[in-house]
C-alpha cells in the first residue's frame, strides 16, 4: 500500500513571497503520477500540478512548480511570487499506473492523499 | 468549474433516515469516484467505477451503496449512518480511470454530511 506524507501542517508567508511545501512517499511501484490539490475554504477540490514518474523533467505550471526526487520519494511544490488567492488546504497525491507500460489488467485506480498543509498567505 | 456538479451541498440526517447523495460529471469521462473527507484525516477514497463497473471498494461500510447507472452520473445511498460518518463527501471524474497520462481527476464542490 502506498502512503503520502505531508509534515508541515501549516504555514504561513508574507505575499509576493516563495514558499516550498513538502511531500514525500512510500511505494514498491516504479510507475506512477504524483499531483498537488489546492483546496480553498470553498472546499473545491482543485488541480495544481502533475508528475509523471517516468518523466525526469520536473513539472511546471506558471507559478508552481515541484522538485520531483524519485530516488528519494520526494515531491515539493513551489509557489513563487505567492499571492492572497494561494491561501488553500494543499494536499500531495499519489496514483498507481494501470494499464500502461505494458502492464496487465486495466480499471480504475483512486489517489492516495496526505494529511495537507494549510498555506496562508499574510498581505 | 462546472465540470463536476454535487447536491445537495448540505445534508443533515438522524440515523435511522435514508437519503442519498448525486454527483453528476459533464467532462465525458468513463470513471467516477467517492471519496470521504474528515477533519483532521487524509482524503480517503470510497468508491471507484469504470465504465459503470465497480472496480475497487475499499472496506467500506455496508450502510454506504454507491450506484452508477451510466458514466455521468454516480451515487451513494445513505441508511442508518453513525455520527461518525459526518464528513465532507467529495465525487471526482477521469476520462478513463486506468492511470494512463490523461487520467488526472477532477473534484465536484463535495456534500457536507452531518449526521445526528
Known amino acids: 500500500a502506498q502512503t503520502v506524507t505531508q509534515s508541515q501542517p501549516e504555514m504561513s508567508v508574507q505575499e509576493a513571497e516563495t514558499v516550498t511545501l513538502s511531500c514525500t512517499y512510500d511505494?514498491?511501484?516504479?510507475?506512477?503520477?504524483l499531483f498537488w490539490y489546492k483546496q480553498p475554504p470553498s472546499r473545491q477540490m482543485i488541480l495544481v500540478i502533475r508528475?509523471?514518474?517516468?518523466?525526469?523533467q520536473n513539472a511546471t505550471e506558471n507559478r508552481f512548480s515541484v522538485n520531483f526526487q524519485k530516488a528519494a520519494k520526494s515531491f515539493s511544490l513551489k509557489i513563487s511570487d505567492s499571492q492572497l488567492g494561494d491561501t488553500a488546504m494543499y494536499f500531495c497525491a499519489f496514483m498507481n499506473s494501470i494499464g500502461e507500460f505494458g502492464d496487465s489488467g486495466g480499471g480504475a485506480d483512486g489517489l492516495t492523499f496526505g494529511k495537507g498543509t494549510h498555506l496562508i498567505i499574510q498581505p | 468549474e462546472t465540470g463536476v456538479t454535487q447536491t445537495p451541498r448540505h445534508l443533515v440526517m438522524g440515523m435511522t433516515n435514508k437519503k442519498s447523495l448525486k454527483c453528476e460529471q459533464h467532462?465525458?469521462?468513463?470513471?467516477m469516484y467517492w471519496y470521504k473527507q474528515s477533519a483532521k484525516k487524509p482524503l480517503e477514497l470510497m468508491f471507484v467505477y469504470s465504465l459503470e463497473e465497480r472496480v475497487e471498494n475499499n472496506s467500506v461500510p455496508s450502510r454506504f451503496s454507491p450506484e452508477c447507472p451510466n458514466s455521468s452520473h454516480l451515487f451513494l445511498h445513505l441508511h442508518t449512518l453513525q455520527p461518525e460518518d459526518s464528513a465532507l463527501y467529495l465525487c471526482?471524474?477521469?476520462?478513463?480511470?486506468?492511470?494512463?497520462?490523461?487520467?488526472?481527476?477532477?473534484f465536484g464542490p463535495g456534500t457536507r454530511l452531518t449526521v445526528l
Open positions: 471526482a471524474s477521469s476520462q478513463d480511470g486506468r492511470g494512463t497520462s490523461t487520467d488526472t481527476q477532477y
Open positions: 508528475q509523471e514518474a517516468y518523466k525526469q
Open positions: 467532462l465525458g469521462h468513463n470513471a
Open positions: 511505494t514498491s511501484e516504479s510507475n506512477y503520477y
